[in-house]
């Protein structure tokens, strides 16, 4: 995963998963040998964290789009230079070849370099992160045990891709503004915890909805962002290939758990992500079961 090299972390407070400013790394140190020896599952969560980044990094954009947010394109293309080392073959990393996973390990540092970079996770983190951290809060507040984030990001990496294409194939959508349902018996233990956060999850994703109603603002948003796009067939292929988790039955839990997760993550952000632009755009939770049959089962 890529946090080791990034100065964000975030660790849970009071059972949600909250981003905190810490200090950056000095050094990265790793024995290749041991890399490419280690187990699979571990290899292949790294792909599913740093393969977020080709869906993420429409999140940004969208951000600097609709809130002015900082962008930049030299901080997103921070890894591009070594990524086809493992994504050009990705059966590479299931064979356990050293450039592959050196490669791997070279993008995760760079990507958590990107993050530090930025001051925020914004270059590596999007929709497809807040469903992995929904699992896992509601997996703590359960007291049962959850998945590596890796796996469960390159899960949530083919949902969030599939979620922006239906949205993006609307041409005139009608933009929702009212709250996302807050699903207190879900959320369990920790409901109070999550109830601030999705407070201020609702008055932006109620300002995010005004300005994509105003003027072109919706078509100017599609016309920069789908170019971006990755097709979820091929992330799907890629995750599969490299031996990762790419099926909701990979992550050991049940289509109903990642369902809730899908539509209740945005609750614990403020920030207005692709599952935000779901809920906006009504593709959630209206297609929300049709996505996991097409691509995740």
Request: charged content about 20%.
């Amino acid at each position: 995963m890529n946090g080791y090299a990034a100065a964000n972390v975030a660790p849970a407070v009071d059972g949600v998963k909250t981003l905190v400013r810490a200090r950056a790394h000095r050094i990265v140190a790793a024995d290749p040998a041991v890399l490419a020896a280690a187990p699979a599952e571990l290899t292949s969560a790294g792909l599913g964290d740093v393969i977020a980044k080709t869906v993420s990094t429409l999140d940004w954009k969208m951000n600097e789009l609709l809130f002015d947010e900082p962008y930049s394109a030299a901080i997103a293309g921070i890894v591009d230079h070594v990524q086809d080392r493992f994504l050009r073959d990705p059966q590479r990393l299931a064979g356990r070849d050293p450039d592959a996973i050196s490669g791997l390990f070279e993008a995760l540092v760079y990507s958590g370099c990107a993050m530090t970079l930025q001051g925020s996770s914004l270059p590596a983190s999007g929709g497809e992160h807040l469903i992995s951290h929904a699992l896992d809060m509601r997996a703590s507040a359960e007291g049962i045990a959850h998945d590596l984030h890796g796996r469960q990001v390159g899960v949530g990496t083919i949902f969030a891709a599939a979620l922006l294409g239906a949205a993006f194939e609307i041409e005139a959508p009608r933009f929702r503004s009212e709250p996302l349902p807050f699903d207190r018996d879900g959320w369990g233990s920790i409901a109070d915890s999550v109830l601030p956060h999705y407070q201020k999850q609702s008055v932006r994703f109620a300002e995010a909805s005004r300005r994509l109603a105003a003027g072109d603002t919706w078509q100017r948003l599609r016309a920069s962002l789908s170019p971006m796009l990755p097709d979820p067939r091929w992330l799907k292929s890629v995750l599969s290939q490299a031996g990762a988790a790419h099926r909701v039955a990979d992550l050991g839990i049940d289509r109903e758990r990642f369902r809730w997760a899908l539509l209740n993550s945005a609750q614990m952000r403020e920030r207005f992500t692709s599952i935000d632009l779901g809920w906006a755009t009504g593709v959630l939770p209206d297609q929300a079961d049709s996505i996991i049959d097409r691509f995740l089962s």
